[in-house]
């Protein structure tokens, strides 16, 4: 069945009295697939997938491109292709779980995104065939130290490849349109985030699919992340990071810190001219409606 087709279903994954679950929120319980019906707060959430790879997109929001680029565009042929860098699956997290800083680090970026959920082996498919391999969507959190910036380049492994940095969640849902639906980031209940597909999207999730599954088979459970809009800034500890999208749901993870890494060894992290440029934004670029709140 196509996946924007309804009736709309959500599935979890979850642990319950010590053993791992499939559930379907159902008015705001879970039934798991034995039949029980349990309480949200009686379970601890886990990822509602399990990749075998994490791919995810560099710019695919207006505003974003705006914030970084400092240049609107005539046309969409003007945006160029898409490019793409990946996650270790080391980094997968859920809703619920913790979001580690290391000590010495400054510019933990969050960044609010949709995660499409792949649904069964995906290789050479065009545009419209793809939403029929897709098996959901999810809320999403594209956590980003960008004080490794200046090291990684477009690969991005150091800045957005620690573990749990990539918290997906709660669930996994089909059934909706999800081009008529609308991303919102909250900070400790502020809103800082917010982006509208109809409006800001650049690629569609149909051409993304296709345009991957040129090269690389996408397997069952593997997560394409769709990229963010404008005003990603970085956490403190303590700071609670919440994904809401319309139709999908609500995934919420706080920052901890952790220990400094042990080894004194590699690329240290900076505060350079271009970390900065990235973490904190370029806020006299953005109309007053879109400057971090």
Not at 130 to 146: N, R, S, T
Not at 214 to 229: C, E, K, N, Q, S
Request: charged share 25%; aromatic share 6%.
């Amino acid at each position: 069945m196509n996946v924007l087709q309804g009736p709309r279903r959500e599935v979890r994954r979850v642990i319950y009295n010590g053993a791992k679950h499939w559930a379907d929120h159902e008015d705001g319980a879970l039934r798991l697939a034995d039949g029980r019906r349990v309480a949200i707060d009686e379970v601890t959430h886990l990822p509602p997938c399990d990749p075998s790879k994490i791919i995810c997109l560099h710019l695919n929001y207006a505003s974003r491109y705006y914030e970084l680029r400092g240049k609107r565009v005539a046309s969409q042929a003007d945006y160029g292709s898409p490019s793409y860098f990946m996650k270790p699956v080391t980094a997968l997290n859920a809703h619920g779980g913790e979001i580690v800083r290391p000590a010495g680090y400054q510019y933990l970026n969050y960044e609010g995104e949709i995660a499409i959920v792949i649904g069964k082996p995906t290789r050479n498919v065009t545009p419209e065939e793809a939403w029929d391999h897709i098996a959901g969507f999810a809320c999403a959190l594209d956590m980003g130290l960008q004080d490794m910036r200046d090291i990684d380049a477009g690969s991005m492994l150091r800045v957005k490849g620690s573990d749990g940095f990539c918290p997906v969640g709660p669930g996994l849902v089909s059934g909706i349109d999800i081009r008529q639906q609308t991303l919102r980031t909250w900070r400790n209940g502020r809103l800082v985030q917010e982006g509208k597909l109809a409006d800001e999207l650049i690629f569609g999730f149909d051409y993304l699919i296709a345009d991957l599954a040129r090269h690389i088979t996408l397997m069952p459970g593997d997560l394409v992340l769709t990229a963010t809009p404008a005003n990603s800034r970085p956490l403190e500890v303590g700071d609670l990071i919440e994904v809401e999208v319309t139709g999908l749901g609500r995934l919420s993870n706080r920052v901890v810190e952790g220990p400094a890494p042990r080894a004194q060894v590699g690329h240290q992290p900076n505060s350079s001219t271009e970390v900065v440029r990235v973490a904190l934004g370029n806020d006299e670029r953005l109309p007053p409606h879109l400057r971090a709140r």
